[in-house]
């Protein structure tokens, strides 16, 4: 390099930054982030947005179609209460219950998954043993006993489907987890004295976020149909709050009479499923990009 030349630094990007680029030129998950972002503040704006109170029965406004003279956007249901305000505090319930007990099975997948891959041995195959155990039993029936048992509450169901959900994240986990401490960094740190937690959690756990990301986004809509599922048996949310299980329920009784109380619900519903999906497989892609 000859006198006076100016040394230029060269800015690079991180991979979750490249990620991140790979991700937002993929139309169909930018598309359903957006309409999933749009459905999300749609709930939780509901207060602002709904003309009527979501348990607010109108006796003399039973089974009507959807009626803009009187704000009634989707109708009402044969209670005569309006479904628009049902549907979007309904979808504030199923978002709810699906990010929160998905929240649940992600502490529980992780930090399972890691220690049984980090410990390996007789400790892993017995952690994993239990894992298939638990794997035999039918969960769907589990969680309805919970339902029976303890009664039909809110926080039981976000409990009770979060600790059923955590199996696959354990496994998705523990594989990589093999991989990972085979790897010259962990080797590393062991070398240099760091405990087996602090590995786990430096360098084991911040390496397995990608597949953990991908998966998170295949099992929030997985939750919020099996709650849907549960409501739709009638052993859910109950009355007077509401969730899109509740109102498919609800409108598949009436389909002949009134099908406009089961169209709104089952499409956003439906379109939320819809979302996830795609913004799963546009993750995955974005993430790993050799598989494309």
Same mark, same amino acid.
């Given at each position: /390099?000859?006198?006076?030349?100016?040394?230029? @630094?060269?800015?690079?990007?991180?991979?979750?930054?490249?990620?991140?680029?790979?991700?937002?030129?993929?139309?169909?998950?930018?598309?359903?982030?957006?309409?999933?972002?749009?459905?999300?503040?749609?709930?939780?704006?509901?207060?602002?947005?709904?003309?009527?109170?979501?348990?607010?029965?109108? $006796?003399?406004? !039973?089974?009507?179609?959807?009626?803009?003279?009187?704000?009634?956007?989707?109708?009402?249901?044969?209670?005569?209460?309006?479904? $628009?305000?049902?549907?979007?505090? +309904?979808?504030?319930?199923?978002? %709810?219950? &699906?990010?929160?007990?998905? &929240?649940?099975?992600?502490?529980?997948?992780?930090?399972?998954?890691?220690?049984? +891959?980090?410990?390996?041995? #007789?400790?892993?195959?017995? /952690?994993?043993?239990?894992?298939?155990?638990?794997?035999?039993?039918?969960?769907?029936? $589990?969680?309805?006993?919970?339902?029976?048992?303890?009664?039909?509450?809110?926080?039981?169901?976000?409990?009770?489907?979060?600790?059923?959900?955590?199996? !696959?994240?354990? #496994?998705?986990?523990?594989?990589?987890?093999? !991989?990972?401490? #085979? #790897? @010259?960094?962990?080797?590393?740190?062991?070398?240099? &004295?760091?405990?087996?937690?602090?590995?786990?959690?430096?360098?084991?756990?911040?390496?397995?976020? &990608?597949?953990?990301?991908?998966?998170?986004?295949?099992?929030?809509?997985?939750?919020? %149909?099996?709650?849907? $599922?549960?409501?739709?048996? +009638?052993?859910?949310? *109950? @009355?007077?709050?509401?969730?899109?299980?509740?109102?498919?329920?609800?409108?598949? *009784?009436?389909?002949?009479?009134?099908?406009?109380?089961?169209?709104?619900?089952?499409?956003?519903?439906?379109?939320?499923?819809?979302?996830?999906?795609?913004?799963?497989?546009?993750?995955?892609?974005?993430?790993?990009?050799? @598989?494309?």
């Amino acid at each position: /390099m000859t006198d006076g030349a100016v040394d230029t @630094e060269i800015a690079g990007r991180s991979l979750w930054a490249d990620a991140r680029a790979r991700l937002f030129r993929n139309r169909a998950a930018t598309v359903a982030l957006v309409l999933l972002v749009v459905i999300a503040l749609l709930c939780v704006c509901a207060p602002l947005l709904a003309s009527h109170a979501f348990d607010k029965v109108y $006796f003399d406004r !039973t089974s009507i179609p959807p009626d803009f003279a009187r704000a009634h956007w989707f109708g009402t249901d044969a209670n005569g209460r309006d479904l $628009f305000a049902r549907t979007l505090y +309904g979808g504030r319930i199923s978002l %709810l219950v &699906g990010l929160v007990a998905t &929240g649940v099975s992600l502490v529980i997948g992780v930090l399972y998954g890691a220690v049984a +891959g980090f410990v390996g041995g #007789r400790v892993d195959g017995a /952690m994993m043993r239990f894992v298939d155990v638990l794997y035999s039993l039918p969960f769907l029936f $589990f969680v309805i006993l919970l339902m029976v048992y303890f009664g039909r509450s809110i926080m039981l169901i976000f409990v009770a489907l979060g600790a059923v959900e955590w199996l !696959t994240m354990a #496994r998705i986990v523990r594989g990589q987890t093999l !991989t990972l401490k #085979r #790897r @010259e960094f962990v080797e590393a740190a062991r070398a240099t &004295g760091v405990s087996n937690w602090n590995i786990i959690r430096r360098h084991i756990l911040p390496n397995v976020l &990608g597949p953990v990301t991908v998966y998170i986004t295949l099992t929030i809509p997985h939750v919020i %149909l099996v709650e849907s $599922f549960i409501s739709f048996l +009638g052993l859910g949310v *109950q @009355e007077p709050m509401t969730s899109w299980g509740v109102l498919i329920a609800d409108g598949a *009784q009436q389909i002949e009479r009134q099908p406009w109380a089961l169209l709104f619900p089952a499409t956003f519903l439906a379109l939320t499923l819809f979302c996830f999906n795609f913004l799963g497989d546009g993750l995955r892609d974005a993430l790993d990009p050799k @598989e494309r």
